[in-house]
C-alpha cells in the first residue's frame, strides 16, 4: 500500500508555543519521526473527548499538517471535528498542559474534559 499524506494547512493550527513543548517531548524520545497525533473518541459528559499523543506510524487515511516544524496526524474520521482548530500550550499558575479551541464544538461538560459538534 502506498501512503499518501495529504496536506490541508487548515484542518489544525499548532502555534509555537504548543511546537515547541512537542519538540521538547520528541527530543526526550529520541525519535526524530515522531509527530503530534491529534484524535477524537467517543466518551465524557458531552460524547466527544480529545486525544492526543506521539506517533511515527502515519495510516492511509491519516491527514498530515506540517505546523513549527511538527508533523500534525489527524485520521479522516477526526478531521470533521476538528476542522479550523487551534493546539496551543500554555504554562500558568493552574497548571500547564494543551488547550484546544474548537470552533465547531456547541457545547462542553462542566469539567471541560468533553465537547460536542
Known sequence: MTKKV???PELVRLTESAAKKVKEFIEKEG???LGLRLYVTGGGCSGLSYGLALDDEINEDDIVV???GIKVIVDSFTAPFIRG?????EESLQGSGFRIDNPNVKSTCACGHSFSV
Open 85 to 89: 482548530s487551534v493546539i496551543d500550550y
Open 6 to 8: 495529504i496536506y490541508e
Open 31 to 33: 525519535n526524530s519521526n
Open 66 to 68: 506540517e505546523q513549527n
